[in-house]
C-alpha cells in the first residue's frame, strides 16, 4: 500500500496521511548548514558538521522512534484545545494531513477545529540558518483566538558529550532574550566564538529558554505544560536544558490568513569581538540582526525560497531523460540525483539511521558517491578527491577513512582494507571522462596528510595498482587485509570478545586469506588505468597496466572460478569461501558483478554462466541478496558476516549497492531486460505499491532489503545514505540508458528493454548540451548514430568544436528486422 | 516544601506525590547485578559494567527527563482505562501513590478506579536477577476484570553501542519465546554467552517482543497502543527494539487480592554448552529454569527480601548512634552509610547524572571513597586498595582512572594529576587503623599492573612521597600536573579549542604551576606515613616523614600564606590563585580544609584565622561555596573552572565534597558547634524540608549545591556518586562524634555541639563490638574516658584481650563548671 504520492511536477512526494511504517525523512540545507526534517517535523540541524556543530537536539531510537524537532503548537483559547498542525509530537487526530518533501524543501499543513495550518521549512542559499514559514488561516465562520508556540531543544554543540556528559553539561547551559530573540550561547563564555539564534516576524507574547518550565519535568514533547494552560513562563535557562520556545498571538477574522516567520540560525563572531559586553559576557549580535531583520520579512523569504528552486533546477537540468517507464524518469530526473547530491554533502554521516557522531569519511565510500554526482558538481568532485588522495599512505593503501573537518586518516579505524585504494583509480577516472580534466592528475597531492610528501596524483593511482600486486597470496590472488568491499567478511579477524571491533581486530598474519573480488576490481583498474595512460599517450603505461589485468585475469578465471560462480575469497585456512564445496555461503553476488564489470568470463561463458548462477541462486521479488544460503551460525574465521541472523545486512540480505553491478554485467551481454528488471526490483518508486513492506521512504535506496531467509523479508533499513544512489545512477543512465562519459567523448549505447521505443535526454557534458534522441527501430543492442544528422562510426560522439552549445545526437537501436 | 518523609523504622524514604522535582533515584542490588530505579519506576539494569552488559535501555535526559524503566500497566477491561500504578509512564492523576525507597528495595504503591497495587523490587542476594513482586487488590464491590502489561525494553548489552550504532543494532536483536518465558539473545549466536530472561509467576495471555508492536511506531511508553487496545500481538523481534513484554489476566472478586512476580534475569552459559540447539541455535536454558522456578514462587521471593534485609542489617549494625539530632542518627545509621555502600559499588558510573559508559574508576575518587565503606566491608576494601595501587606508576605517579574490569590504567586520560598518589597513602592508612592488618603493606603488588613489577605495598606509598618530592616548583611547593582534586583547575591547559579536553590538554611544560594544596596534603599524608611507621616500629622512616612535613610545613606558611587565608596555587605565570590581590577567585575553599587537617596553623593562629575567613567569605545558608567571587568569565591560564558560569560546579558552587574537610578542620580547634552547623547546611535530611530548591533527593548527598552566585541558588546537582558521601561520613563520625580508628586502637574524643547532652554509639571494630556512652559533663571539648568502668588516660581504647566480644565505654565530655 501506498501513503502518499509522487508529484513530480513539483518534485514532491505527497504523504497523505502521518503514520507511515517509518518516520519518513528529507535533508535541508546544501551548502554549510544542514538539517534533517521527518514527516512531521522531527530532526535536527548542524553547522558543517554533524558531531561537533549540532543547534539542535536529537534522541535517535527514542520511543516514540522519532521525536524532537521543530515543532510548533497551536492551541485555541476559546477551549483550551491544542495541537501541532505537523501532527507530531502531539498526534492528535487531525481532519487533513500532507506533508511535501521536496527538493531542499518541507511543507507540512493540516486542517484541524476549522483551522488550516502549513508549515515550510527550507535553509535559504548561502545562509546559516533555516526558515520555518508558518501560514495559518481560520475556515470557521467566527473569529479565530490562537496562540502558537514554536519551539527547539538546542544541542550543547558537541552531539556526543551532549548525550553523555551529564555531570558537566547540566551546569553549562546559557541563553540570552532580547527585543524578540532568544539566543542559545552555551559555552560561549569559553572557547567557541559561535551561537545560535531564534526569533520570529511575530511579536513574542511570551517565552521558554529552560525545558522543564516549558514541559513540566515529567511530561513529554506531546504535552507541554506551558501549551496547556495557555503560557509560557519567561523561564531563563542556567544549566539543564535549553530550548527555545517562542509564544506568539494570532487573532484571526473570519477566512483571514496569517504567516509567521520563524527563524533558526547558527552565528560565528571573530574571537576579538565576541562580546558586546565583555565584563557582562553579553554576545555581540551585530552580525545576526542584519539577517534576522532580513529573513523575517515574507517578500525575502519567498525570494530565498526561488533562489533555492533555481540552485536545484540548475544541477538537475544537467541531466534530464524521458524514457517510457516513469519510476525510471522520476529518479532518474530528481531523486536518485538529489540523493546522490545528499549523499556528497552528508557521505554516511547523518540520517535517520546514522546519527552524525560517527565522524569519518570513508575513503571507499566518498570515491563511490563521487560517481553519482560528478556530473552536477565536478568543481567540488575534484576538490573532494584531491582531500581523498591525501590521506593515501606512501604503500599506495589507504586509511579506511578520514576525518572531514581534518582531512586526516582516522588512526582509529587504520588502513588494510585492501580494495580501498583502487577506488580511487576509478574515481580519478570518473572524474576525467567527466570533465576531461586531465590537469588534475599533475596536482601534488601527498601521502598521508604530510607536507613535504606531495606527488602528482597520477602517481597516486599507480602506487594504489603496486599496493595490489605486492599483498598477493598463496594461489596468486590479492590479499583481502582486514576485508574488501564486504566490511563484514573479516577473513583475519578471528575475534571471541563480545564487543571487539570486527573492523580493527586482527587474530592472523593476513597473509593467506585472498579475496576474488579484489582480483575482479584489479582488473577493471587496470583497464581503466591503460585506458587513461592511453589518453594521456603514455604507451609504457598502456602496455604496463594490459599486462597487469592479463595477468589476473587467469588466476580469476582458475582459482576464482568455481564451476558455475565466481568465488568469492579463500579464507585463513586456504578454503574457498563461495563455492559449492561450503556448507553456508555458498554464492555471494561481490565476485559476480566485478569481474563481469572487468569483462572477465564475456568470452568463455563464465560470465553468462555467473550471472544465470545468480538468477537462480541470488535473486528475489525484493532485489538480488548478497550471499546464499545465509550464514546460521558464528564462525570465527568470517567475522562479522556470520553475525548476522540469515537474510540481514551482510549475511543475505538484498544489499542494494551490489545491485548496480549485476544490472551493468547484464548490459555487458547485451540483456536489457534482465537489468531494468533487476533495476525496478530494488527502486524505490516501484516499490513504493508495497511501502508497509518495504517501511522506509519511497523515493530513496535503502541500503539493506532484508533478504529471502529473513522473517522480514523486502523490509527495508538504512535510507538515504548509501552507495546504492551513486552505483543505480550509474547503472541506469550509463548502461541501462548507455549514455556514458568516456575520456574521449560522450558515449551513446544503450542495452535497454526490448519494448522500449524510445527516449530522449538531455545532458550537459563538458559545458555542450547533448539532446539525445534514441530510438528503437528493430531487436538488440546494435546501434547507429548521427550527430547532427551525420552519422557516425562509434558511439563515442566526437567532441564538437570550442564555443558549441548544443550538439544533437541522434541514436537508433537495434537490427531493423 | 517536602515530597514526603523519612520512615527511620523501615529504613525507608517515603515519597508520597509522584511529582517531584526531579526524579529521585534509588538502587538495587548490591554483588555483580545492579539497578537503578526512580520514584515512579524509570532506571535500568546491568551486570557488573554499567556499559557492556546492561539489561534494560534506557535514555538520559530525554523528555521527560525519566522515561523507560520497569513499566507495569493496568487495563480495565469494562472500561478500557489503563494506567500504572507506578504514574510513570502513562501520568493519570491516580487516588493515591506512595514511593518507598529503601535499604536494596523500592516499592512504589497507588489506588485507582477502586484498584490497588503495590509493587515492590529488588534483587535477591546472591542472584543475577531482579524480582518485581505485584500485589493488586479489588477494592470494588464487584469484580475487576484486569489485563496487566509488565514490559521491559532490552538494551543490546553495550550501552554505548546500543545508543550509537544503529546501521549494526536494528539488524541484530533477536529473542526466544518459550514456555512463560521471554528470552532476550541478541549477540548470543556469535560472541556472547549470556543472555537476559523475563517471566511472570502468572500465565502470559500474550505477549510483545518487537518494540513498535507493543506501542506503535509513534507512540511512547505513556500509550502503547497493545495496552490501549488490550492485546499484545505475539511479537518476534528480528532486529530493531525487542522488549519483553508480558500480558496477563487479573481477575478479582471483590476484595480479592492477588500477588504476581515478574523476573528479570541474567544467565551465562559456559561457551561449549551454549546451544541446546546449535543447528537452530535455540539457547541452553537449563541454568535459567531452576531459578524461573524457585523465584517465581511467593515463599522464596519473601524470604530473598528477609535475606536482603538480613545483610544490611548486618552491614548498618556495625556503627549505629543515637545523638540528639535526628537528621545526624537518620544519616548515620542509614543513609549516609547506604550512600557509602553504593559508592563502593559504583564508583561514578552510573546515577540518575552519570550514563555508565564513562568505564573508569578514579584514583582518587575510590581511594577517598574507601574512608565510608571499610568499616562495613573491610575484606573487600582491602581488594580494593590492592586493586587501585597495582595501576600505580613506577615514578610513584599514578593513572588518574583505572578500567574495573581490566583493572588497568586508563591510557586515555593518563597521568599527572599531581595529587592522586596522596590519597593512597591516606586509604590505606584508613584500612589499617580500622582493621590493624599491617600485613598489607607486605603484599606484593605490581606497577602499572606490569607482571614482574611487584613490590611490597609499603613501597607503594614510599613512592607516592617520593613522587611529590620529586616535582616542586619556583616556591617549592608542590607543582600541580594536570590538575589537583579539583579537576578543574587546569593552570598548564591553556586550551582555545572548543570541545578539547580541560583534564588531557597540556600547553605548558608543568614546571611552573603549583598547589598549595598539594603542599598542605603532603604534610598530611606524611604525618601519617611517620604515625604508621612508628606503629610499624621503623624509627628511619619516622623521622624522614616528620622531616618531611616539617620541610614542607614552611613553604606552605610562607608562599601559601595570603594574609587572612591560605592560597590555593600559583599559576604559569608565577602569579598566586585564590589570593585578595586577584581580581576574581580570591579565596578557595580546598587549602584551608586540607591545611588545617594536616595541622597547618594550628598554633600560629593562621588556621583560626582561615577558618574565620571561610566562614565572612565563603559559607552559606546551602553550605560552604568552593571559591569567591567566582570567575565571570574564562581564563586560559585557569581552564575548566572558569568555563562553568559563577555559582556553578568548581567555579562558586557548594562543592559538597569540600565541606566536611572545615567541618573537621573546626572540630580541630574545638569548634563543635561551628562544625556541626556546617554539617546541617548540606545535610539532606536537613534540606529535606526546602526539596523544592534542594531538588535532588533528599536523602542523600549531591555532588554540587548551586552557590551564592548562581540565579538558582540552593539547587543541588549529581546526587549519589560522590566523595561527599564518604567525607561527612568521616566528620561527623569520626571528628564531630569523634569516634576514630587509630592504629592502636578506636580513639572516642567528641567536638559536638555545646548542647549536646548525651550520645551513644555502638561500634565493631576490629572485631569488638563497643558499646559507647558520651555524656557532656560541662562545656569544652575535654574527654575522661573509662573502659568496662575504669578510667583510662588517652581518649584511645586499648585493644582488648583476643576472644573479647564486648567493651562497654564511658566517655565524660568538658569541663564540670
Given at each position: 500500500?501506498?501513503?502518499g504520492?509522487f ?42 558538521d ?11 531510537n ?22 501541532s498542525p505537523?501532527?507530531?509530537?502531539v498526534?492528535r487526530q ?9 527538493i531542499g ?5 493540516s ?13 535559504p542559499?548561502g ?20 496562540m ?13 558529550d ?21 539566543y ?6 569559553e572557547?567557541?566564538n559561535?551561537f ?24 513529554g514533547?506531546?504535552?507541554p ?12 535557562a ?22 509567521v ?11 576579538e569581538?565576541?562580546?558586546?559586553d ?29 533562489n ?24 532518474i530526473?530528481?531523486?536518485n ?7 556528497f554533502?552528508?557521505?554516511r554521516?547523518?540520517?535517520g ?6 565522524r ?12 553519482g ?20 599512505l606512501?604503500?599506495g593503501?589507504a ?9 586526516r586518516g582516522?588512526?582509529?579505524v587504520?588502513?588494510n ?25 599533475d596536482e601534488?597531492v ?17 602506487r594504489a ?18 576485508a ?14 563480545p ?16 579475496s ?5 576490481m ?6 581503466e ?8 599517450g603514455?604507451k609504457?603505461?598502456?602496455d604496463?597496466?594490459n599486462?597487469?589485468a ?8 582458475s ?47 563464465k560470465?553468462?554462466k ?27 574465521h568470517?567475522?562479522?558476516i556470520s553475525?548476522?541472523?540469515?537474510g540481514?545486512?551482510?549475511n ?14 547484464e ?7 534482465k ?7 530494488i527502486c ?14 519511497p523515493?530513496v ?8 531467509e529473513?522473517?522480514t ?15 543505480n ?32 535526454a ?7 548540451k ?29 567532441l564538437?568544436?570550442p ?9 537508433k ?5
Open positions: 500500500m501506498r501513503y504520492y508529484d513530480d511536477k513539483t518534485r514532491e512526494y505527497v504523504i497523505t496521511r502521518p503514520d507511515t511504517p517509518l518516520p519518513w525523512f528529507n535533508y535541508l540545507g546544501c551548502e554549510e548548514y544542514f538539517g534533517l526534517i521527518s514527516h512531521t517535523a522531527g530532526g535536527y540541524s548542524f553547522y558543517k554533524a558531531r561537533l556543530r549540532r543547534l539542535i537536539r536529537y534522541r535517535y527514542n520511543a516514540p522512534m522519532d521525536i524532537g524537532g521543530r515543532y510548533i503548537y497551536l492551541r485555541d483559547k476559546a477551549t483550551g484545545t491544542y495541537w505537523t501532527w507530531m509530537p498526534r487531525l481532519d487533513t494531513f500532507t506533508c511535501r518533501h521536496g524543501t518541507t511543507t507540512i499543513a486542517t484541524f477545529v476549522g483551522i488550516s495550518a502549513e508549515v515550510l521549512y527550507f535553509v542559499m545562509q546559516n540558518l533555516e526558515i520555518w514559514r508558518l501560514r495559518v488561516k481560520n475556515l470557521r465562520d467566527t473569529p479565530a483566538n490562537l502558537s508556540f514554536a519551539s527547539v531543544e538546542f544541542c550543547l554543540w558537541d552531539a556526543n551532549d548525550a553523555t556528559n551529564f555531570q558537566r553539561n547540566y551546569n553549562v547551559g546559557e541563553v540570552e532574550v532580547l527585543d524578540n530573540v532568544i542559545h550561547k552555551t559555552e560561549y563564555r572557547r567557541r559561535h545560535a539564534y531564534f526569533t520570529s516576524s511575530a511579536p513574542m507574547k511570551a517565552f521558554d529558554t529552560q525545558r522543564e518550565n516549558f514541559l513540566g519535568v515529567f511530561n514533547w506531546d504535552s505544560q506551558a501549551v496547556a494552560k495557555g503560557a509560557c513562563s519567561n523561564s531563563i542556567h544549566g539543564w536544558a535549553p530550548v527555545g520556545v517562542i509564544q506568539s498571538e494570532l487573532i484571526l477574522a473570519p477566512g483571514e490568513e496569517r504567516e516567520i520563524f527563524l533558526l540560525g547558527y552565528m560565528e563572531n571573530p574571537n569581538e565576541k562580546f558586546e565583555q565584563a557582562k559576557q553579553v554576545i555581540n549580535k551585530s552580525r545576526a540582526l542584519p539577517l534576522i531583520k532580513q529573513f523575517t520579512q515574507a517578500g525575502e523569504v519567498q525570494s530565498a525560497l526561488e533555492l528552486h533555481h540552485y536545484w533546477d540548475a544541477l538537475f537540468s544537467r541531466f534530464q531523460v524521458t524514457t517510457p517507464d516513469e519510476h525510471a524518469n522520476r529518479m530526473n530528481i531523486w540525483a538529489y540523493q546522490c547530491m545528499v549523499t554533502n552528508m557521505s554521516s547523518a540520517s539511521f546514522e546519527t552524525g557522531i560517527g569519518g569519511m570513508g575513503f571507499r565510500d566518498s570515491t563511490q558517491d563521487l560517481f554526482f560528478v556530473h552536477m558538481v565536478p568543481e567540488r568532485a575534484r576538490q573532494r578527491l584531491l582531500d581523498i588522495a591525501a590521506t593515501q606512501e604503500t593503501g586509511y579506511h577513512q578520514y576525518q572531514p573537518l581534518t582531512k582516522n588512526d582509529a587504520g588502513s582494507f585492501n580494495d580501498d585504494p583502487l577506488w580511487l583509480i576509478l574515481s580519478v577516472c570518473a572524474y576525467i571522462k567527466e570533465t576531461g580534466d586531465r590537469g588534475v592528475l601534488l601527498s601521502y598521508d596528510s604530510k607536507p613535504g610528501s606531495e606527488q602528482p596524483l597520477y602517481e597516486h593511482l599507480q595498482i603496486q599496493y595490489i600486486l605486492e599483498r598477493t597470496g598463496p594461489h596468486g590472488l590479492p590479499l583481502i587485509g582486514r574488501d568491499w564486504n566490511d563484514c567478511l573479516n577473513l583475519n579477524c578471528f575475534s571471541s570478545e564487543g571487539e571491533s570486527f573492523q580493527t581486530t586482527t587474530g592472523k598474519d593476513g597473509k593467506v586469506a585472498e576474488v573480488f579484489i582480483g575482479g584489479l582488473v577493471l583498474a587496470a583497464h588505468m591503460a585506458e587513461l595512460a592511453d589518453y594521456l603514455n609504457k603505461d598502456v604496463f597496466y599486462k597487469v592479463a595477468d589476473m585475469e587467469p588466476i580469476v578465471t582459482h576464482g572460478w568455481d564451476g558455475e560462480w565466481f568465488r568469492r575469497a579463500y579464507d585463513d585456512y586456504g578454503n574457498p569461501v563461495g563455492s559449492a564445496t561450503c556448507k553456508e555461503g555458498q554464492i555471494f553476488i561481490e565476485p559476480q558483478g566485478m569481474c563481469v564489470m572487468a569483462g572477465i568470463g564475456l568470452k568463455d561463458g560470465a553468462e555467473a550471472l544465470q548462477s545468480v538468477e537462480k541462486r541470488l535473486a528475489t521479488e525484493h532485489g538480488i541478496v548478497v550471499n546464499n544460503p545465509g550464514y546460521t551460525q558464528y564462525y570465527l568470517l567475522g562479522e553475525s548476522y541472523p540469515p540481514y545486512k551482510e543475505g540480505s538484498v544489499f542494494c549497492h551490489t545491485n548496480p553491478w549485476i544490472m551493468i554485467s548490459t555487458k551481454l547485451g540483456h536489457g531486460d537489468a531494468f528488471d533487476y533495476y525496478k526490483r524505490p518508486s516501484v516499490r513504493e505499491a508495497i511501502s508497509e513492506v518495504h517501511r522506509t521512504e523515493y535506496y535503502a541500503q539493506t532489503i532484508a533478504g529471502k529473513a522473517p523479508k523486502g523490509e527495508a533499513k538504512n535510507s538515504w545514505l548509501t552507495g546504492t544512489a551513486a552505483w545512477f550509474v547503472a541506469i543512465t550509463q548502461y541501462i540508458l548507455g549514455i556514458r562519459p568516456t575520456f574521449t567523448g560522450l558515449s551513446v549505447q544503450p542495452v535497454f528493454p526490448e519494448s522500449w521505443k524510445e527516449v530522449t538531455s545532458r550537459l557534458f563538458r559545458d555542450v547533448y539532446d539525445i534522441h534514441i530510438q528503437r527501430v528493430g531487436p538488440g543492442n546494435a546501434v547507429e548514430t548521427f550527430v547532427e544528422g551525420r552519422k557516425i562510426e562509434t558511439p563515442v560522439i566526437p564538437p568544436p564555443g558549441t552549445a548544443c550538439v544533437k545526437v541522434e541514436v537501436v537495434g537490427s531493423p528486422k
